[in-house]
């Protein structure tokens, strides 16, 4: 298990920029990462997701403007995110899982079993 701490939110005006970071307590660097949000009445949905592989996907609502990352300290999970929408604004969980053995390759299932407390992202217009 991995104790992890966000920061980073903040309120900025439509088109802004903020970079989220998600700090751990152990190395990531082979594990299954992504980032979540959350807005009011609405139910989670996953933004990004950096695998132990170090393959990356994206949401179709953030293609081209948010970056997941994982720091070079291999303890830090980045979230560089440009041009934000209203509609981003949320709160914004770090999730991570260890990879599983699958026909004898680890692989990321993209079900999460650790998560931080979430830091808020307002966006205005």
């Known amino acids: 298990q991995v104790q992890l701490v966000e920061s980073g939110g903040g309120s900025v005006q439509s088109g802004g920029s903020l970079r989220l970071s998600c700090d751990a307590s152990?190395?990531?660097?082979?594990?299954?990462m992504a980032w979540f949000r959350q807005a009011p009445g609405k139910e989670r949905e996953r933004v990004a997701t950096?695998?132990?592989?170090?393959?990356?996907r994206y949401a179709d609502f953030v293609k081209a403007r948010f970056t997941i990352s994982k720091g070079n300290d291999k303890k830090t999970l980045y979230l560089q995110m440009n041009n934000l929408k209203p509609e981003d604004s949320g709160m914004y969980y770090c999730?991570?899982?260890?990879?599983?053995?699958?026909?004898?390759?680890?692989?990321?299932?993209?079900?999460?079993?650790?998560w931080g407390p979430g830091t808020q992202v307002t966006v205005s217009s």
């Open positions: 999730a991570a899982a260890r990879p599983v053995r699958i026909e004898g390759a680890l692989e990321c299932t993209y079900e999460y079993s650790d």
């Open positions: 152990g190395y990531i660097y082979t594990l299954c």
């Open positions: 950096c695998d132990n592989d170090g393959s990356k």
